[in-house]
Structures are given as C-alpha cells and as structure tokens.
C-alpha cells in the first residue's frame, strides 16, 4: 500500500538517523500529507515548510551557486530540514541538537528518492495521515 | 593544578582528612580525587551515590525539612562525609571525604568540609 | 600521571599507530603514549570526533551524547542569552570558558565537573556504539569548550568500562540510544518532590524517545538518564515500547523495528537484526573482555527486543 509505504520511510528514516525527531511529507502548496510527529502541528509544519522551501530556492536562484539541496533553519534547541520531492511534494524533518547531520543529509536524499514513485500513485497524495 | 584539583587539596588539608572525592550524583562516576585512593574506591563512590539518592528519597515526597545536604557514616576508626552540592536530587555533584578519627572529631570535620564545600564547584 | 613528549604524529601517519580500522580503545592507548594532538575521527553509529592535545582527550563530539553547550543550555544552567552574549564576545578568540567564568554565567570548578562528566559521557556511547573506522587528522576548527589541561584516556576508558559493567547489572537492562519508552498508564502518583526528576522524564517518555532523545532535551548526561530510566522501569512507571533498528552498512535499507515485519527488501537474509560492523578483533590486545561485557555490547547495539507497540 503506498501509504504505509509512506510512513514506513519516514519511520525508517527516524530509526536510521540519530537526532531525528519528527518528520512530515506535504505537498509544495502547504497542504499535509503524511506526518510522523509527536508535539508538532502538521499542518503548521506544511505550510512553513512549504513557504521556506520556496524562499529557499529563489535565494539560490538569485545566488546562481546551483540548485537548492536543503534548506536548513538551525536554532538554539534543534534542526529543521526541507528537502525538495519532486517538484509537487517536499520533506520536512526536525531534529535535536545531537542531529548526525552528515549522515541525515545522505539518509534523507536516499529518502526523497525512495518517497517520489510512492508520491505518483493516485492514493500516494492528499489524505491526511499521522503517525499519532 | 586544576582549579577543581586546588579546591579538592584545600578540603584534604583538614585534620584527618585522607581522601577527597567529587562524585557526579547521576553516574556515580569520580570527577576528581585527592590524597588515598584505594581500590574499591570507583565502586564506593558509586554506592555513595545510590545511598544519597536513596536518604533523599526515604525523606519522602513532601520534603518538609528540605534538600538532603550532608551524610556521616561514622566507624570506630573513620567518619565518612557525604556533602551534596546538587542542583536537584538526580543530578549535580557530591563532595566524599574520608577522615581518621584519631585526628579529629566527626563534628569539626564536618564543619570544615562545610566551610570549603561551596568553594569547589565556584 | 605524566605522559612522556613525543614528536606528535602527523595527519595522515599511521605508522606508529597500531593497524586495525575499528580499535578505538587500542587507538587512544596509543595516542596517550606518543604524546599525539589533532582529531580522531570515528566513523560508525554513533560516531564522532576525539580532540586530542598531547596525548589527553580535550572535547568529543558524537550524535550520541549532549555537548557541553547542551548541556548547560538545556539544563538551563547558562541562559541563552547570556550564552550568546559570551559567545560573541570569546568564541573566535578560543576563549569560551574563561567569558562564561568571567561573566559569572557558571563557576570554574562547576564548568571543568561537567566537562569530565561529558567526556565520560561521550566516550562512553562511542565506545558502546559501533565502531567502523578511526583515523587520525588535523584539528580544523578547536573545540569551543576543551577540557584543559585534557583528560587521561586511561582513565576515561577505565571509567567506561565501570559503566558497562553498572549497565550489565541493571535488573531492567535499558539500551540508551536503541531502546524507546513510553510512561505506563496511570502508574504515577506524586509520590516524589520537584527535584527528583522524574515527572520530566514521565513527560518525555512518550514512545519516541530513547534515553540519548531525553537527554539531549534535559541536558543530562546520557548514561544518568539510562539509570534512572532503568530505576523507573523497575518501579513500574515506564515500559520498554519498541527499539530502534540495527543500522546496516551504508548501501542498505533498514526496517524500522516499529512498522510491518521485513519484506523483499531485506537483502542480508533474514529478518531479524543485521550483524552490525564488527566491532571487536579477535585476539584481544587489550585484553579479552567477559562474556558478560560482550553481551551488554550486544544489548546496547541491538536494544532489548520487544514487540512492536502498534501505537
């Protein structure tokens, strides 16, 4: 099924990197589509995400050093994420301070790669699902 | 010398006093020590640890008389002082001191352990 | 105990370090008697970086336990603003530690207790964790707050063995970066004060989390928490949910020990937990270890095995 497929790469990712916290899969106008998160608000994370991926990849238009991999907000207490799926759908993932970023960065583009023909099926997009 | 090492001299300059112990109250695990060091020192500080871990919670959930502060454990030979320098009961750091009581008195002891303890985690 | 000088070894010589990619213990041995500086880089889950100045461990950095910095911001210990202020007064010059003493945001024999107590915290889960590779390189960027003078790593490696054999012993074995757990229903009732702790673990303990997860938002040491997660355990406040999986050699796919049982993908064979990097020689240079210690190890890297909560 693809949306256990869906949660199921985003839990593995989880699993594999050390630090992750949270994840969510959305489409690139904001909307959820899945969510693996504890205390985090979905749709929020969506949105934000979205509109951060988008600023993102402007900036590096702007900047003509390439195209955008990760967009990355670093606070006091954590990490987030956004990596690009395809050009409908993007991945958000949070994580603490102890993120193995080198090795989120490897996991999280195997991720994106694993996630996209999951995406292309006709039940892979839209319902909204959480991990709870 | 480390600064830590210096305020640990200072306590063993006590009468009497043999050894001198930092213990992290979460691990049981020796930040520093002065004078003797035994060999079953590693699994004392240890059990020190657990024991003020356990006085702590024996003075149950109300703590109407406060934060456990000190523990003597007192032989015919040695006065064992325990002193908490912890932020909260789980974690933080406990000073152990050995002293001979054929040098001292557990009282004074204790008293001059009290007067150099704040001066270690400074 | 006094180190004998040596020329420290260059980036990149190997030649007077005893072969062998994964020998950690074997490694720091080495460097502690030839007197080396620069960084150790180790590779393998979680892995880090050594710093080293003449032979003695300065700073650890590893996914696997807080930092300093961690440390004294999560346990809000150092504010974050005062942090920052020193920070970007001191940090380019190297000088953190002096600024955070200086401006009476922690105390000096306060500030050098925890670094120790990292030290040994961060050694403990690169030792416990796997170990693929260790090579020796040249320090880019020093450590903002090294333990200085650096710590022996005799007696860091002796203080890590102390804690395996405490974590052998637990009645409730708990694997601290594997192992996730979850607050039991109804089972708390105020029975300890507020400085006990262990209303804020019953909040984190939310399935997700492991012990390495609690500590890095508390603060705390890594091996602190795991005690006191295996203490709660015992007293019937938490349960051991679900474990993190083993993690494969880069090129495979793990399943998470959570979701549906292992399908097609699953290119080591069976279903059940990969052998991970080995991590252990044969031979035993620095001595053969217990069969004990040998299955805490197992433990540690595999997690106690537990069906998958389904929440």
């Excluded at chain 3, 710590?151 to 203080?159: D, I, Q």
């Amino acid at each position: 099924m693809a949306d256990d497929a869906l949660l199921t790469e985003m839990r593995a990712l989880r699993d594999r990197v050390i630090g992750v916290t949270d994840t969510a899969l959305a489409s690139r106008d904001g909307l959820i589509i899945r969510a693996d998160t504890a205390d985090l608000d979905p749709d929020n994370m969506a949105a934000l995400a979205a509109a951060s991926l988008g600023l993102a990849q402007r900036m590096a238009a702007e900047v003509g050093k390439g195209v955008l991999r990760q967009a990355v907000t670093r606070s006091s207490g954590g990490y987030i994420a956004v990596y690009a799926v395809g050009p409908k759908a993007l991945l958000v993932i949070v994580g603490d301070v102890g993120l193995d970023t080198v090795r989120l960065d490897r996991e999280a583009t195997a991720a994106v790669e694993a996630i996209q023909p999951l995406l292309g099926r006709p039940e892979g997009a839209g319902s909204v699902r959480s991990a709870g | 010398m480390s600064g830590l090492s210096e305020s640990l001299h200072r306590i063993l300059e006590i009468d009497g006093a043999r050894t001198v112990t930092l213990v992290d109250v979460g691990t049981g695990m020796i930040v520093d020590s002065v004078g003797e060091e035994p060999a079953g020192l590693p699994a004392a500080a240890a059990s020190l640890a657990d024991e003020a871990r356990m006085a702590s919670a024996a003075a149950g959930p109300e703590r109407s008389g406060g934060d456990l502060e000190e523990m003597l454990v007192v032989t015919p030979d040695r006065v064992h002082l325990l002193k908490v320098l912890s932020r909260t009961q789980d974690e933080g750091f406990m000073l152990f001191v050995d002293v001979d009581r054929a040098r001292t008195n557990a009282a004074l002891a204790a008293m001059r352990v009290a007067q150099f303890a704040p001066a270690v985690l400074r | 105990m006094d180190i004998p000088r040596s020329e420290p070894a260059g980036a990149g010589d190997d030649s007077s370090v005893p072969p062998g990619p994964g020998q950690l213990e074997p490694m720091l041995v080495s460097i502690a008697r030839l007197g080396t500086s620069g960084l150790l880089r180790v590779t393998g889950e979680p892995g880090g970086v050594i710093h080293l100045a003449d032979g003695r461990i300065t700073a650890i950095s590893t996914p696997g336990a807080p930092d300093p910095e961690a440390i004294l911001l999560r346990s809000d210990r150092v504010p974050e603003g005062g942090w920052s202020s020193a920070f970007a007064a001191a940090a380019s010059d190297g000088r953190m530690a002096a600024e955070l003493v200086k401006r009476d945001l922690i105390g000096a024999g306060e500030l050098e207790a925890l670094l120790r107590t990292g030290l040994a915290d961060a050694l403990f889960a690169l030792v416990a964790g796997s170990v693929q590779e260790c090579r020796l390189e040249e320090v880019a960027t020093p450590a903002l707050l090294p333990l200085d003078p650096g710590a022996e790593a005799e007696w860091l490696l002796a203080e890590v063995e102390r804690r395996l054999g405490v974590l052998a012993g637990l009645r409730t074995p708990v694997s601290p970066d594997r192992d996730r757990l979850t607050a039991v229903q109804g089972a708390w009732t105020p029975r300890v004060g507020p400085g006990d702790g262990q209303a804020e673990i019953l909040a984190l303990a939310n399935g997700r989390r492991t012990a390495r997860d609690m500590a890095f938002v508390l603060g705390r040491g890594v091996f602190a928490v795991t005690l006191q997660l295996s203490r709660m355990c015992d007293a019937g406040l938490l349960v051991i949910g679900s474990s993190r999986s083993a993690v494969r050699a880069a090129g495979l796919r793990a399943v998470s020990a959570e979701t549906a049982p292992p399908g097609p993908a699953d290119a080591a064979g069976s279903g059940g937990a990969p052998p991970l990097p080995r991590r252990r020689r044969g031979g035993g240079q620095a001595g053969a270890r217990p069969a004990e210690k040998a299955s805490v190890l197992r433990m540690l890297r595999t997690g106690v095995r537990r069906e998958p909560s389904g929440g």
